[in-house]
Structure formats: structure tokens, C-alpha cells
């Protein structure tokens, strides 16, 4: 089986969240079980470095809008990664954007790219079973594969899936830009890519893929849903046979406490010493009072953005505080939730660090060193940083939603079972209750580390996932087949 693998973003090359470690990793792990997979990004010239890739000499052109786009192809050396080189779209700082915001032409950039990752799967000769494309950067592609390429021999055979990572994205644009994409106005309807007036890119591909997929079964319910559908849960409603939840894992490279080069001392489930000391480190290397070892440290990484529920901390800052806790938080994004963090900072300096940087280092040394992970969020189609702390021993205080739901075993006082600390209403109260009920277990150590060990053995590995998409690549090859016949 050949599959294509499109995206916007992956690690190693190219990373602005979430996103780029999901592709990377999974691209990487489908390989693994034995799939011929070409993965396709952009060329972020100023990103990617030059020296690990080629030119290879192959290049076409794609006209659009009366612009004329030379497509150059570059490889890496293991020559199972393409890099489309439209310098006018993507020799630039960013990937999305810049600090004045979005790119103004991010509508022709992700579609002349989408219309070029099948003009490059030909001209490397590479002709996909599966087109596998994520979120709505790459979401025209089988909507292109319906028109310009209707009649092309080359993808008869193809049948794409789309990969839903978060719905709040969705590459909405003005009417006008109809013609920057190379789509008939024939399609601006609402069985189309119209929604309520506007371009929807994403939209596009949940009408016109062979199979949608998102990252946890608890999101794939609740996107049907008008409270959680964004707008497009009548049309995911329309399609829910075809929609698949596929949880995703994290890289155990990465990601171990008993091997991670960043952390001050390792640790494992049945030597949790390392952990204790990581937690001690880490509280005298951010200057807070590290003698009050007792006292539960909680943290949140992530991105400041409401979606994470971070006004639901700010708003009630005080009232955690005086549990007796310290708080340390991780996290880049909206310019006043970091200047009211900052205040809290200013005004609470030995129980609270805050800092907004992206710091891969110190997201290490916090995972390892705080108790609990608040993640009050608002929704979650997956999330990795609760994956990643049960993986650390970090315990997860959790709002009940997406994949925070599918990955966190909510802890049962009677049975002295459960791997976190879940609550289901997004209030005040529910949240406080929810910090309280994990403090109340913290202070007695074995029913506390019994968690940790249960949540650190718990499998989040790619590999299982990665057999699940492989069973859907399937799958959507079968329906193409019956289809055509
Ligand atoms: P998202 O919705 O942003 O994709 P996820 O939980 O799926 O959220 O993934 C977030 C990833 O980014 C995690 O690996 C987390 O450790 C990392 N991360 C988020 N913010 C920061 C930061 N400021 N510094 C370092 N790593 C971060």
C-alpha cells in the first residue's frame, strides 16, 4: 500500500504545537509496520535546514488565479520526506504567520501547496492508494481530486482520508477568495465549501473524503455535537459513518523518565526517588521555596488560549493559592492572559512562576518535577500533556472532555483505583472541588503513588494507534473499490 501523508507541519522540520509531533510521530511509526508512505510539506525555507535536504531537479509549474507558481522538489536522504519549494509562499519567518498575525494570503498559499502535493506524487511517480491529510491546511485535496484532476488516470485508485486534529481551525476566508483557490463558484453552496457565507477549507474535506478521522473516540461523539461542533456538526452528523476516533501516542524516545536527558534525576514506577529529587531541582532552580517539599506542585503547559481553559485558573488564582500549593506555569500565546499571569507572579513571588517562552528543556523538567497537571480545558481533542505527564508521574487534574476523557482514569476514593483527577462541568467549583479531592489524596503517600505507578504503566505508544490507521487506510480502499464498482 502507498500513502501520501500531507501536512503543514511535522517534527523534526517544522513545528508551531500539537500538530508536528502527531504527524511526526506517526508518520515515522507507519513506516515502521511496513507502509510505503511519502510524507509531502512545504519548504519553509527559513525553518527547515538546508543541509538536510536535496534538490532534486524535479519541478513543474501550477497556474492559478493568473499566477504562475514554479514548484521546485526537494527530498530529504532517506527519501521518504518531500519538500515543495514556492519560495513567493514560504521563504518567510513563519509557518501560519507573524507577530502581526496570520498570513493575509494563507488561502493561496495552503491551496497552490494542497494542488502541488499531487502534481509532486506524480512527477516522483509515487501513485497513492491513500491520500492522508491533516486538518484544514490540506483539506482541498480531495476536492481538487474531484475537479482539476477528475479525469486523471493517475488517482482512479486513490482514496483519502482526513485527519481532524482540532475542529476549532478551520481556514475560513471571504467569498472573493474563490477564485485565489481554483474552485468553481459551482461549489460555494451549502452541500459545498460555503458555511454561513464564507470559504471553509476544512469543511471541504469532511464533504469529500472517503473517511474523516479524529484523535480521540470521545472528540469523534462529541464534534457531532452543537456544543462542540463548531458550527459543523450537522455535516460531521451527515458523515458519522464515516468517522473514526484514533487516540493518539506520544514518542517513548522522547518521552521517558528513566532515560530523558533533560531531567535532573531518573526515575521509573517502581524507584520513584529520581522524581522527589526532579521535584526538589526543579523548585530551587525556579527560586521557589524549596524546603516545603510536602507542599503538591502543580503546573500547566500549553498554550495560552482559552480553549485550555486558562481563565478558568487566572479567575480563580487566589482561592488555589490558598490550598497551599505553588503553581508553575508553561505557556505562550494571548498577550493578556500573559500580562495577568505576570501580575500573579509579581504579587505571589514564592508560590507562583510563570514563563512564556516555547522551552522544550524546561517542559521536561516540569513534567518530571511538579505533582499535578492542571488541564481545565474547555475542549480537548486529544491533548498530549496529559499523556505526557501520566507517562512522569505527573498526575492529571482534568476537565472530563475529548481525549482527556479517553486517557484519564478518573480516581475512585473507595476502590483506590484511577490514574487522575477528572470534572465534568466547565465552573469554578467544579474545578476547585476537582484540585481538592487530589490534594486530600496527595497527603497520604502510598494511595499517592499507587496513581503515579498506575498512570506511568499505562501504554500511550504509537504503535497501537498507528495499526488502527493502517486498518482504516484499508478500509477507505475497500469503500473506493465498491464505490467505483
Ligand atoms: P495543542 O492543542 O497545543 O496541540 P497538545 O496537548 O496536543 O496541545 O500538545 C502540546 C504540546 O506542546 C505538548 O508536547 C507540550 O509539552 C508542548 N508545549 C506546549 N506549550 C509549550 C511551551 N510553552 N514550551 C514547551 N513545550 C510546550
Known sequence: MRVLFVTSEAVPYCKTGGLADVTGALFKEIKKLGINVLMVLPYYKRLIREKDIYNTGKRFEIRQNSSTYTCNLYSNYEKDTIFINIPSLFERD?????????????????????RATLMASKT????????????????LIPLYLKTIHREDAFFRNTATVLTI????????????????????????????IEFYGRINFLKAGIVFSDIITTVSNRYAEEITTSEYGFGL???????????????NGIE?????????????????????????LCKLNLLRSLKLNPYRKNTPVLAFIGRLASQKGIEIILNNIEK????????????????????????????????????????????????????????PSRYEPCGLVQLISLRYGTVPVARCTGGLADTIEDYDAIKKTG???????????????????????????????KILRDGMSRDFSWTKSARRYIQIYQEAVKRKHEYKN
Open 233 to 247: 456538526d450537522g455535516i460531521l452528523r451527515k458523515r458519522r459513518d464515516s468517522l473514526y476516533g484514533v487516540i
Open 252 to 276: 517513548y524516545e522522547r518521552w521517558s523518565p528513566d532515560r530523558d536527558p533533560y531531567i535532573y534525576a531518573h526515575y521509573g514506577a517502581n524507584n520513584l526517588r529520581g522524581k522527589a
Open 165 to 192: 486534529h482540532n475542529l476549532g481551525y478551520q481556514g475560513l476566508f471571504p467569498p472573493e477568495a474563490l477564485k485565489n483557490i481554483g474552485v468553481s463558484p459551482s461549489f460555494f453552496n451549502p452541500e459545498g
Open 419 to 449: 490514574t487522575g483527577f477528572l470534572f465534568d462541568d466547565y465552573n469554578e467549583s467544579a474545578f476547585i472541588e476537582c484540585i481538592k479531592r487530589s490534594i486530600t489524596v496527595f497527603t497520604i503517600k502510598n494511595y499517592w503513588h
Open 320 to 375: 488555589i493559592l490558598n490550598l497551599g500549593i505553588i503553581l508553575i506555569i508553561l505557556g505562550k500565546g494571548d498577550k493578556h492572559f500573559e500580562q495577568m499571569l505576570k501580575d500573579k507572579e509579581t504579587m505571589y513571588p514564592e508560590k507562583v512562576f510563570v514563563n512564556f517562552d516555547f522551552n522544550e528543556f524546561l517542559a521536561h523538567r516540569i513534567y518530571a518535577g511538579a505533582d499535578m497537571m492542571l488541564m
Open 94 to 114: 513563519g509557518i501560519y504567520g507573524d507577530s502581526r498575525g496570520d498570513y493575509k494570503d494563507n488561502d493561496i498559499r495552503f491551496s497552490v501547496f494542497s
Open 124 to 139: 516522483m511517480g509515487f501513485q497513492p492508494d491513500i491520500i492522508h491529510m491533516h486538518d484544514w491546511h490540506t483539506a
